[in-house]
């Protein structure tokens, strides 16, 4: 490592030792007190106090790799070590009030849209490492994904553009048949699938945009899609849940998921299940090979985790409830009334909780304790 990286590493450990220093929060202080987590077999790692300015409140908090980042509506983003709670960086993304895409996640890295510039984020070293302006876009209606080649844009005009992901020069651009406006998009190597407002979701070769299939659900759509083990997840506002084999477009369940309410916010997939919210009936879990209801909460907002067959489910307003998969039932609920603001976390059984005032406590499931030799 030449000295000018062994300069910059050097500073950013610095600085992030000094943002975290006066952060830790005290047990008093718990966004959850212990007591009531080890009620529902939890137990807190840690808690930070964020610094937040006046008026200042956290908007999201993602969990990817090792690392929590939250984001802040001042669009500042704080970077946390998942497991010791420890600031590892403090950026701001954009300026206050300009749209930051939830990112996404490639090669190691967190790809955030802003604007017409695609911004690459390294966690490792807690700084945006590229900056790459998407020539020709007129602006983007909310999707983005990346392979080794290309960066796919979900465009304001209705059109899906593929730029190259080194130098943002744009390639090709496709189009519904319909011209309904494209919303959502997934990439692999080979293969491109994006869906449309009006209720299509369509495959296309990653390097020519050459359409594969089409299938069309029976109403419109908002949810985005989710590509899981080989299959795409498509919910719509037409109440119904959709497993789609990803290769050849045709339906994988005997017949789609009916929700009894319209699907609009982002589905949870878990090891057996996947998890979706509506406005009306709460939270469903659904089994992936069956496409059968496992259980439904309908107070539910959230799922924050899986551990074994435990499932962590936010509550509005302020409940933790505990939901076995297994059992497909309740199992029990906790007040957790200063909690507004939570993370999904599909990578581990770590729980997130934050409020709006820059508070975030995790907590991990406790863990029997090995029997000595003497007890046994």
Known sequence: MNSMKMGIVIGLLCGA??????????PGDYLVASELLGKAGLESGWQVN??????????NLYVYDNYLYVLTTQNFLFSID?????????LQLAVPGLPVLPPMHFDNKSVFLVGQEMKVFDPAFGQVTETITLKNLGGNYGGIARNQKYAYVCGSDNRLYAYTAGEGIRVFMVSADNDSPIYSVIASEMQ????TLAGNVIAMDSDTGRKAWQFNLSGPMKAPLVLDQGYIYAAGLDTKLYKLNSMIGTQVWEKPFFAGDKVEMPLTMGKMCVYLYTVNTGVYAVDKETGKAVWNLPQGYAVLAEHGSRVYVYVKPGILSVMDNTERKEQLSINAARVNRVAVNMVDSWVYLGSDKGHVQAARPIEPKPQSAQSK
């Open 50 to 59: 964020l610094p937040m300015k006046p008026n200042e409140k956290i908007d």
């Open 82 to 90: 998942r497991a010791t709670g420890q600031v590892r960086s403090l």
């Open 17 to 26: 030792v000094a943002l975290a220093a006066g952060l830790s929060a005290s």
């Open 192 to 195: 491109v699938w994006f869906s």
